[in-house]
DNA sequence: GGCGGCAGTGATACACTGTAACAAACCCGC
DNA sequence: GCGGGTTTGTTACAGTGTATCACTGCCGCC
């Protein structure tokens, strides 16, 4: 149902991520570029949630640079396939944890101490949330659910300390 | 548990607003000054959610312009004391339609049509929600639920036209 | 009355986020 | 090789939000 038991635990899904990245564009005929490549790998192996303009500086080097227009661009092709989220309250991308349908609802857990998003979602969730929104008359096409707090292992910590 | 009967319906509850936010200020005694006042009236009197660049501009006449700093300061103290609550996903913001406490699970249903923005709470999203986060061992502190679809007036609308 | 502190405001400048527009490179089938 | 689509580079710009400093107005106090 989700990841991530300390926030460190997900680096080694890096080679995963990727992996399953290159099946899903040549499953559906897509180019997985050296560029896209390059922008799944950076938001992949960040422990937490990455500005557009953190990557580009990331994968910019001396006599090699990776403007930001080039980074959206990649970041919206992997949104669109469903390989990156955007986390609205922070204008930052995080790699997708696992693979669920497109627009299914899914919950950002982002600590405000580590930084890290967690995903999580959940058939009591999504149920409620329909109810209400059918009560309310409102037929849904995209939700936005971020939670914003501690996870446990920064909890634990907070305690110990 | 929610209003809006069309996108009309609410703009007689200006007043209301305002005389509410009035009395909060009184309550714990801080100053409802005339510019707070004049982004609040703006926000609230808007039928949909409004930019605090849109704020300034409205609030703004030859002779006396309003920067947009001094909005975003009058909309940072109207949402410290719950009257307005901001709408990532389209940084705008909006008149908060009902007191509830501040933190509490309100979901805000964003019509991609009229632009209208209806807030909804109910038992059993926040009961889902809550699941949800015990069970990933998170502990919530703030909560962005946005919903982006099209409201009952708006389909109706459409079926008809 | 004068003085000092404080909240609120004005004004400028700036940082960050995202998009538009156009040109160049690339790939692929023909 | 050629035409057509996609991808990328580059520049410029629009939109959103914050930092900083100066100024005002108010209130309490000496």
Known sequence: MHRHEGHDACHGDVADMLARAEAVCRERGLQFTPLRREVMEAVAEAGKAQGAYDIAEKLSAPGKRVAPVSVYRALDFLMQQGLV??????????????????GEGVVFLICRTCGGVDEASSEMLEDGLDRTLKRAGFT???SILEVEGD???????QQAG
């Open 140 to 142: 849904p096409a995209h």
């Open 151 to 157: 996870c446990g292992a920064c909890r634990e910590r």
């Open 85 to 102: 989220h955007r986390i609205a309250s922070r204008n930052a991308f995080i790699p997708c944890a696992h693979g669920h349908a497109p």
